[in-house]
């Protein structure tokens, strides 16, 4: 006996005709699951690949940008060749990121507004995973935020930076694990923030 639901969900999925939605609670890794029509009436639409692939590069740096070519070929699992394409059709703009070459989203703004900004997030959240170049925002106990095939688990932000890692017990309680030292008032709002999960 083997249980097949795993299989046909992924055969449904790749043949578009179901989406995978959020898990069902922050303590449950079940995703619940809905028909592609009710959330895409009329299909995925008629873009070629190249088409598909510049559309999909624009949001990905919508989302994660500014980023470097390397990060983009790695969440995608394109080629060189693809990603440079890609980016060229998305009309990416570039960037330095100290020293390094990066690229912005065309509608990106000059300057993002620069205000403090904590946040709690859960495991799984592509903010954590988005780079394959990570050091520039995570501490050196890295290995305290990741499990050992590669996932991200819950973690505290700080100003664009991971400062921490937090669990919830089963009485609802939230527990936090700092890397670094915080300020006591970015703690404060980290706390008000939990209270919001």
Same mark, same amino acid.
């Not at 043949?15 to 995703?31: E, F, H, V």
């Not at 592609?36 to 008629?46: K, Y």
């Not at 688990?153 to 890692?165: E, I, Q, T």
């Given at each position: 006996?083997?249980?097949?639901?795993?299989?046909?969900?992924?055969?449904?999925?790749?043949?578009?005709?179901?989406?995978?939605?959020?898990?069902?609670?922050?303590?449950?890794?079940?995703?619940?699951?809905?028909?592609?029509?009710?959330?895409?009436?009329?299909?995925?639409?008629?873009?070629?690949?190249?088409?598909?692939?510049?559309?999909?590069?624009?949001?990905?740096?919508?989302?994660?940008?500014?980023?470097?070519?390397?990060?983009l070929q790695w969440w995608?699992?394109?080629?060189?060749?693809?990603?440079?394409? +890609?980016?060229?059709?998305?009309?990416? %703009?570039?960037? @330095?990121?100290?020293? $390094?070459?990066? =690229?912005?989203? #065309?509608? /990106?703004?000059?300057?993002?507004?620069?205000?403090?900004?904590?946040?709690?997030?859960?495991?799984?959240?592509?903010?954590?995973?988005?780079?394959?170049?990570?050091?520039?925002?995570?501490?050196?106990?890295?290995?305290?935020?990741?499990?050992? +095939?590669?996932?991200?688990?819950?973690? %505290?932000?700080? @100003?664009?930076?991971? $400062?921490?890692? =937090?669990?919830? #017990?089963? /009485?609802?309680?939230?527990?936090?694990?700092?890397?670094?030292?915080?300020?006591?008032?970015?703690?404060?709002?980290?706390?008000?923030?939990?209270?919001?999960?």
């Open positions: 006996m083997q249980s097949a639901h795993t299989r046909v969900l992924y055969i449904l999925g790749f043949g578009g005709q179901m989406l995978r939605g959020r898990p069902s609670s922050w303590i449950n890794g079940a995703y619940r699951y809905a028909d592609a029509e009710s959330w895409l009436p009329g299909g995925l639409g008629e873009l070629d690949q190249r088409q598909a692939a510049g559309e999909l590069a624009g949001r990905w740096l919508q989302r994660f940008g500014p980023a470097t070519t390397v990060d995608m699992g394109w080629t060189l060749t693809r990603t440079k394409q +890609a980016l060229a059709d998305c009309g990416a %703009l570039e960037a @330095d990121l100290d020293g $390094v070459a990066g =690229w912005l989203a #065309a509608d /990106d703004p000059p300057a993002r507004r620069s205000r403090v900004v904590v946040a709690v997030l859960p495991g799984l959240d592509p903010t954590i995973m988005g780079w394959k170049q990570r050091d520039w925002y995570l501490p050196d106990t890295s290995a305290e935020v990741f499990d050992s +095939a590669g996932n991200g688990g819950p973690s %505290l932000w700080v @100003d664009g930076r991971v $400062v921490g890692a =937090w669990a919830q #017990a089963k /009485d609802g309680t939230i527990h936090s694990h700092y890397f670094e030292r915080v300020a006591a008032a970015r703690r404060r709002e980290i706390d008000q923030a939990a209270w919001q999960i």
